[in-house]
């Protein structure tokens, strides 16, 4: 046989393994902050928590990644990023595992804390490992699947746990949405030394603890307030946190901008934010995600608490927007290359349609029809999703200079997971507000589309902002170090 096609052959089985091994660590990453709000229910009367230790269980974990992300790529830059990679993937793992067996909340708690920190270690890895790893429609092909993976584990969190408390394996309950990640992980682990070749960023090798202490600082700052606001009723301390975070980014950013001029080695190099396509990159991820998250809640709720379905039935409903997300992914890699921003600025606009169009079928339903009727325009809904969550990512990470590969992939998960909050606090405090005293789920439901319809619309505004072909030119990768393990 032919020595080239040998080597062709074995090179795509190693970038399939490499994008397995990924894909994994990205499913059970994304997964973990849909999946547990099936089982919170039946997790509180097991416990015997209280409300505010329940909540808890959500914002531990969501506090925990988005203060450490940045950290956490930064650290891959430095000491390699499939070390970190593992090294987080294992600590999520057993975290799982502990969750999975707590015999209280408070073990739960330090379960979710542990997760939130794992997660924070391996997350921004995965792109940062794409982008030193693949080039050209490599690239852009690994990009795409990793935004359908993530799209998949958001759309698909609902049905998996609704599945998993419906088949109570074992009698464990609530206990299989958190073991569920364990055997995944164990599985990623065991492949990763084979699949993934270690790499590392040139230049210093001096981590700025002090920019550590300052991001983490400000992003505590503003998610803390935003988890936690709504459930208190907004007390002061809430816009104290707030307002703090403004002077504590100040001091980030100056700081960053001083080690920079000196040959000093930043936390996030400012040369990231000259690049047009990453600044508004970064920026229009938050917008965007802060309409899915709080979307998938919403939907939730109203399909759980306004037409009564269980969580496995809820979930089923959700497929209908998997689909279609799925299907406009796939049709987004090869869009594109070719029409830029405006894929980006269709997908925002079709979201708004589908949204609009729930709105009025939800009228429909309140009148004596199925929930069956919302399919169709949850089924739009996942197309739009579908163009926005690829081609973006592509956008962010498309001219990332692998020196700052890591820090890039932090600040974009870090985007991600702010736009999460600040959308479940704000359309979640909407949403709320409007249910009122007799139970009004589907009026609640109506206003929070107008809300995320709107959202949307702003995305596909701002991503007119961008240069033409966001994802056209892609840099050659960076060869990665010898593996650790030869």
Known sequence: MNPLANKAQSTARTSAL????????????????????????STQVELGASDSQIQLVVATYAIAIASLLILGGRLGDLFGRRRLFMTGLALFTASSALCGAAPGIEVLLVGRILQGIGAALFA????????????????????TTYGITMGLAAAGGQLVGGALIALNVFDLDWRTCYLVNVPIGIAALALAPRAIAES?????????????ALAGATLVAIVLPLVEGRRQGWPAWTFACL???????????????????TGGAPLVHPDLFRERAFTVGVLASVVFYAGMASFFLVLAIYLQEG?????????????????GYLLASAGAEALAPRFGRQVLAAGGTVRAAALA?????????????SPLLLVPALAVDGIGMGLLTAPLVATVVGGMDPRHAGAASGVLSTAQQVGNTIGVAAIGAIFYGAIGPDGDYAGAFELALVAVAAVCLAVAALVQLLPGRPAAAV?????????LDQ
């Open 18 to 41: 490499t994008m397995a091994v990924l894909m994994a660590g990205t499913f059970v990453f994304v997964l973990d902050f849909f999946i547990v709000n099936v089982a919170i229910p």
């Open 124 to 143: 921004p890895q995965v792109l940062s490992i794409i982008g030193v790893t693949f080039a050209g429609d490599e690239r852009r092909r690994a990009v």
């Open 200 to 212: 590392r960023a040139e230049g210093s090798r001096r981590l700025d603890f002090l920019g550590a």
């Open 243 to 261: 307002a703090a975070a403004v002077p504590l980014a100040f001091a980030f950013a100056r700081r960053q901008c001083r080690l920079a001029a």
């Open 307 to 323: 037409c009564g379905l269980s969580a496995l039935d809820s979930g089923l409903v959700f497929t209908a927007l998997a689909t």
């Open 357 to 369: 169009g729930l709105a009025l079928t939800v009228g429909a339903i309140g009148t004596g029809g």
């Open 475 to 483: 840099p050659a990768p960076v060869r990665p170090e010898p593996r």
